[in-house]
């Protein structure tokens, strides 16, 4: 079957690659410790899973929702963000309901940019960002992000004529994969470039609930300008580990919104409204569950960072993320070879960083996504088959 050209452009996603690996090794007999996907496996609070239980009782649940989004989801949001960040939100307009951020990232290319087109997007990134410039059939304008720039791309090292054909621009702190974080300076910096360019931001901020140590991240909103110039994707999948009930939203100018809005409008009938429904109860709710499902992502990541640098790898330590992003051991180059290796001899599954993008060589990723016991396990494993001294 001939499949069309934009297709040809997507990679076949890491995911179901490290899961076929992950197929391979288990019906060989291993005991396979998973730690590439960034699923969460903890279970959402009580309360929420009550609020879905209640939800579905009701008649008429089952109808096709509005794509908009219940109008109390989108209050709960804008009540959300004035409590965690002090950015005000008018519901009505600034507030989007999507199926998973993923939906949005996906779609907001098919309103903003046309083929041919330029988009700015971080590499290494999440997969979404690329893919979804390919499905609208525009052009990638990588933004590298380097270590000696603490994972920020560098705005001054854009060349002046790719910036003024870029339309859409994406940024991720805290960061997937790279587990980087930004503060407000960098996004004041990001409205400074935007404005000059003509440029729509897109920020996903996935992880701002999962810091460690004290942090807090910051939204992008909260630079001054920020509204006029972008929209910021926040998920409930991994701030409360609802992340199979597809439920997320996209805040800020009222006018990207609106494209967005018809791109969906064509395109879905909206989150299911009990769904929406354990959203509210998520939002409104006891956040107490937040904070305490940071302390765990911590305590694992603890255990990683203590442990692989005892063995002689010495892997940095995230401020938020659940992801551990670290050079690869010493004598090692290649991030498939030594990804590869290390499941054929511990069964342990990683994801190599070149699969977030060309800049993503010479790095791993680790999922915080095992209990400590397993990850006190991946630790006793590594270092029974490698020699990193
Ligand atoms: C997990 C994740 C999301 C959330 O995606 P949903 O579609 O909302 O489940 C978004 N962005 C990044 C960078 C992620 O890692």
């Given at each position: ?39 969460p ?21 089952f109808n ?36 998973g ?144 009930c ?36 998520a ?5 107490e ?12 990541r ?88």
């Open positions: 079957m001939q499949v069309a050209r934009r297709i040809q452009g997507l990679s076949a996603a890491i995911f179901s690659e490290m899961d076929d690996l992950g197929k391979e090794l288990r019906a060989a007999g291993v005991d396979v410790i998973n730690l590439s996907v960034g699923s496996d903890r279970s959402p609070a009580l309360h929420i899973q009550q609020a879905l239980i209640e939800a579905i009782r009701e008649p008429g649940i096709y929702a509005l794509a908009e989004g219940l109008p109390e989801f989108k209050q709960a949001v804008a009540d959300w963000y004035r409590q965690r960040f002090g950015v005000l939100l008018d519901p009505e307009r600034e507030v989007l309901s999507l199926m951020s993923q939906d949005g990232l996906a779609h907001v290319y098919l309103a903003y940019l046309n083929p041919g087109e330029v988009a700015l997007v971080p590499d290494p990134g999440y997969p979404i960002y690329s893919a979804g410039v390919v499905l609208a059939e525009g052009t990638i304008h990588p933004l590298p992000l380097l270590k000696e720039n603490g994972f920020l791309p560098d705005l001054g090292a854009v060349p002046v004529e790719v910036a003024q054909r870029a339309r859409i621009m994406v940024i991720n702190y805290p960061n997937n994969p790279v587990a980087a974080t930004a503060d407000l300076d960098f996004f004041r910096a990001v409205v400074q470039f935007a404005r000059k360019y003509e440029i729509i931001v897109c920020h996903d901020v996935a992880y701002s609930e999962l810091a460690y140590d004290g942090y807090r991240p910051p939204s992008f909103l909260e630079a001054k300008g920020a509204k006029e110039v972008g929209v910021e994707f926040h998920s409930l999948s991994k701030t409360y580990n609802m992340a199979g597809r439920c997320a939203f996209v805040v800020g100018n009222a006018e990207i919104l609106d494209g967005l809005r018809v791109i969906k409008s064509n395109i879905d009938f909206g989150v299911f409204r009990a769904v929406q429904k354990a959203g509210i109860a939002l409104h709710g006891s956040q569950a937040v904070e305490i499902n940071a302390r765990v992502y911590q305590r694992r603890d255990i990683l960072v203590r442990g692989l640098s005892s063995l002689g790898w010495p892997v940095p330590s995230p401020k938020a993320s659940m992801f551990i992003w670290t050079p690869l051991p010493a004598g090692w180059r290649s991030s498939r070879e030594f990804v590869w290796e290390l499941a054929r001899r511990t069964g342990v599954l990683f994801v190599p960083g070149v699969a977030f993008g060309p800049r993503g060589e010479g790095y791993v990723r680790i999922a915080l996504v095992g209990s400590e016991q397993r990850l006190e396990e991946v630790v006793r494993r590594i270092g029974n088959s490698f020699d990193f001294s």
